[in-house]
């Protein structure tokens, strides 16, 4: 709603991967290196992880985006997978039918598959994505994959992307672990980083005017954040959704202390002591919904913070009524 107010041609805060707008870090670049690095090595296998929203998803999407030349990738995204449920993924991603359903039939259709595509010299890689949710016996099954030889190495190189417990679920099977060539950690990104990343989606999205986020608010998103992209898009489109319903071409840094609890989910008594107390009060307590019968009643600061909060969001939601009765108006 805010895009042409802020002279934007593209949404620039989206929480869903976008690999044309990935910002790539130092770190960033060197994960895209190892990854590319496993689809051309004949040993490679790479483990990539980091925390929700650090970037994995959005780079394994740039990563296939770029892929040139002779070779089949299959690319797995969904991992609440059964014992042979993984076996037979593989084999659709493949183009394959399975013609008998069984973990050894669909295991020996795998190999004359691996086996045909290293006769004819393609490289078949293995790209799986929220790898951490895999059993063991899912892992199990890919390090005997990446066991199978043809005459110019392993026939089957992996990629694994995931939360960091997907490390320690590799590492836990040392004979799994051995064969990972590289594994490679996302950290959140630093302050310099941020402003770089939040000035970058802004560029990508058509902004061409004055700078939105100052010093100041970039160092409070840094920290509210810990510098994951996913929670800085979502901090930095609350607070354009909030300029926009007061109509302001300014980012005032009080909304992203007055929104934090809607965005992240966190307690209100938590983001009521990095705060200052909410400037509008006006609705009266006992309109304020409880929790339940068995609920503790809320402290006089909770109620503030309570308050406070849905107070802005009806100003907010009242303003954006407005806006968009005009504009209605305007184009009937």
Known sequence: MYLDFFGLHRHPF???PEDDFIYMSQQHSRAYVYMSSAIWSSEGFV?????????KTTLLKKTIRNLEGNLKLLNISYTNLESRDLFALILRKAGLEVNDDTKVAMLFQITE????????GTPVILAIDEAQNL?????????MLTGMESMGGPSMRVILLGQPELRQAITAIPQLAQRVKLFFHLEGLSQAETAEYIDYRLLV???GGNRLFDDDT???IHDISGGIPRLINKLCDGMLMCAYSEDRPFIDPYDLKSIRTELLGEEPELAQRKRPTPRAQSIPRDNIPTLGAESSPMTDRQWRTVAGSLERIADALERIESRLAVRDSETS
């Open 135 to 143: 059993t063991r016996e899912n892992l199990e099954d890919i390090r």
């Open 205 to 207: 999205s058509g902004h």
């Open 113 to 120: 598959y691996l086996e045909k595509m290293a006769a004819a």
């Open 14 to 16: 989206r929480i869903t």
């Open 218 to 220: 970039v160092r409070e």
């Open 47 to 55: 483990v990539i992880s980091g925390e929700i929203g650090s970037g």
